[in-house]
C-alpha cells in the first residue's frame, strides 16, 4: 500500500478535513476563503493549527500527514513544490 499521489490543484475544500500524505519542504497556498492544517508533525510546536487566509501560505516542516479543511465552509487549496525540489521518500 502506497500513500496516494498529491492531487491536481486547485483543490477546493469543505469543512470536513481532507488528509493528504505530503513530503517535507510542500507548500499549501491558500488561494480563496480560509483554510485550516493540522497534523502530528506540529505537534508540540507554538502553531500546532495552522490558519491560512486567502493568499497566505505554509511549507510543510516534514513528510507526514496532513489535514486541511475549511473551517468557515469552504476554501480553495493550491499545492506547488519545494522551491529546491526537495523530496522526501516516504
Known amino acids: 500500500m502506497h500513500a496516494p499521489q498529491i492531487p491536481q490543484t486547485p483543490l477546493k475544500l ?3 478535513p481532507e488528509r493528504f500524505r505530503l513530503p517535507r ?3 499549501l497556498t ?3 476563503g480560509c ?3 493540522t497534523s502530528d508533525a506540529l505537534a508540540g510546536r507554538r ?8 493568499g497566505q501560505s505554509f511549507v ?3 513528510a507526514a500527514t496532513y489535514f486541511v479543511g475549511a473551517p468557515r465552509g469552504s476554501g480553495v487549496l493550491d499545492f506547488s513544490p519545494a522551491p529546491k525540489g526537495t523530496e522526501t521518500a516516504c
Open 14 to 16: 469543505g469543512p470536513i
Open 25 to 27: 519542504g510542500e507548500v
Open 30 to 32: 491558500c488561494t480563496g
Open 35 to 37: 483554510l485550516w492544517i
Open 47 to 54: 502553531d500546532s493549527d495552522i490558519v491560512l487566509e486567502s
Open 60 to 62: 510543510t516542516p516534514q
